[in-house]
């Protein structure tokens, strides 16, 4: 007697808001990148550019119409940072699965508000913290929980850029949730909390440096644990590069020169499953206790993770690869820094008893 064919569960299909610089090179094509995923929509003004990449998706102009479309399972928020929450909130009323891109919101009212809405509709809400899944991350992270070396005492974590040169976009303007903190931040903090955990104070200097600057293009905060310091820094007048990661333990030290070239190979056309997708020839240099250098291989990062957890999470009951609460956490580090540095004083992370249970 034969067996009956196993039944795969269906397809989800995929509503996309917004297609710039964000959606066009890291959503869609990652979201393409699934097997259990379908991108069927993408909202957006620009049809035509739209259409030039993915001929076979429906455009539709309206935000709003496009997140409420009968036929959507999973809303994808890649629009401007102010408009994460109110979008969010919408397609969750509407009974849709959400994603939103960081920031999460632009405050923790708006988060904690979502997260209890996601609640109420049992919907799935979740962050695309994508970089947990880049190589110089997955480099440091493997060498540290390995013990490599030894009691970690101080750790810095840099993303600096050279553009010098204001540039006439919402990222740039003195506007809610713009800004260099808001943009390069939430990456910083979601890294050093999946190393580390939340610490016990934050401190913060994030300003204007540029000519012509409207919002800040330059921050260094400290995150104080109680053996160790973090040091997470970001600038758009850096044009020598930096190191990525330094690691100073009680058996040596840990540098990654070189940042993960998932970004760059998106924007050039490159794809996860072609043959040097996420490839990083860069290596980590490990400084033994006798000052010795010696080079450890960086593994391949793969962004398209992210979206494959999703797709599980939606189709199999797996895990929420990045919940809600956990983005709750990235979002009170970034007050406790914006806070720190407008008061000069030191704060503490403003989350209550019962969200930090939910994060151990």
């Known amino acids: 007697m034969s067996q009956a064919p196993q039944q795969t569960a269906p397809r989800i299909k995929v509503a996309l808001i917004g297609y710039g610089f964000v959606g066009k090179t890291f959503h869609a094509p990652l979201i393409s990148a699934i097997e259990g995923l379908e991108l069927i929509i993408i909202a957006s003004s620009d049809s035509e550019k739209v259409h030039r990449d993915y001929p076979a998706v429906e455009v539709i102009a309206d935000p709003e119409t496009a997140i409420t479309h009968p036929e959507v399972d999973l809303v994808v ?5 102010a408009t994460h929450a109110p979008l969010a909130k919408l397609a969750l009323l509407a009974n849709k699965h959400v994603v939103v891109d960081k920031p999460f919101t632009l405050d923790l009212a708006e988060a904690r508000e979502l997260i209890a809405i996601a609640g109420q509709q049992q919907r ?3 962050v695309f913290h994508n970089r947990r899944w880049d190589s110089d991350f997955l480099a440091i992270k493997t060498q540290l929980q390995a013990g490599k070396i030894g009691n ?3 750790f810095e974590s840099h993303m600096d850029r050279f553009r010098p040169q204001v540039r006439d976009r ?3 303007k003195a506007q809610p949730g713009s800004g260099l903190w808001f943009d390069i931040g939430p990456h910083l903090i ?5 190393l580390f955990g939340l610490p016990d104070s934050v401190e913060g200097n994030i300003c204007l440096l540029r000519e012509g600057a409207q919002i800040d293009d330059w921050a260094h905060v400290i995150m ?5 310091r973090v040091i997470l820094h970001c600038s758009m007048l850096a044009a020598g590069g930096s190191l990525r990661f330094v690691a100073h333990g009680t058996e040596g030290s840990l540098v990654k020169a070189g940042i993960d070239q998932q970004e760059a190979q998106l924007a050039a056309g490159v794809r996860p499953g072609d043959d040097i997708w996420g490839q990083d020839d860069d290596p980590v240099v490990y400084y033994c206790p006798e000052g010795k250098a010696h080079s450890l291989a960086t593994p391949a990062g793969d962004q398209s993770r992210y979206y494959q957890g999703i797709a599980d999470a939606l189709r199999q009951g797996a895990p929420n690869p990045v919940s809600g609460i956990e983005a709750l956490a990235v979002m ?15 704060q503490v992370i403003a989350l209550t008893e019962q969200e930090i249970a939910k994060l151990r």
């Open 224 to 228: 104080n644990y109680p053996q160790h």
């Open 152 to 154: 970690i005492a101080q």
């Open 77 to 81: 928020i890649a629009s401007p940072n």
């Open 190 to 194: 979601d890294q050093t909390l999946q």
């Open 170 to 172: 919402w990222r740039e």
């Open 124 to 126: 799935l809400l979740s």
């Open 332 to 346: 009170a580090v970034m007050e406790a820094a914006v806070a720190a540095s407008q008061s000069g004083q030191r």
